[in-house]
Nanobody, 115 residues
Framework: VQLVESGGGLVQPGESLRISCVAS????????MSWYRQAPGKERELVAT????????NYAEAVKGRFTISRDNAKNTVYLQMNNLKSEDTAVYLC?????????WGQGTQVTVSS
């Protein structure tokens, strides 16, 4: 099982960014996918979750209305579109796959929001 995130970077407050996570080694379409983030000195927190076929999504209160999680099962990829970014969104963003008896994490991609 492998999850590889990409698309992070440095942006200014109010700007947008889309990050991606490509999965391999398992049947991607069968599993719930999530994005988490971890800021320096803080605990890892759940940002958004999407069900197997993308019919249901859930978001942390801090990102509701600004972030959108989506998936393309044909490309084994989950995305996080982040709009109106704020300095408090600065963190390493990690992709997570939830299997029936296992959990897999990517290595993360850094998102920095600063003027």
């Amino acid at each position: 099982v492998q999850l590889v995130e990409s698309g992070g970077g440095l942006v200014q407050p109010g700007e947008s960014l889309r990050i991606s996570c490509v999965a391999s080694g398992f049947t991607f379409s069968n599993y719930v996918m999530s994005w988490y983030r971890q800021a320096p000195g803080k605990e890892r927190e759940l940002v958004a979750t999407i069900t197997r076929i993308g019919g249901d999504t859930n978001y942390a209160e801090a990102v509701k209305g600004r972030f959108t999680i989506s998936r393309d099962n044909a490309k084994n990829t989950v995305y996080l579109q982040m709009n109106n970014l704020k300095s408090e969104d600065t963190a390493v963003y990690l992709c997570r796959a939830q299997g029936p008896t296992w959990v897999a994490w990517g290595q993360g991609t850094q998102v920095t929001v600063s003027s």
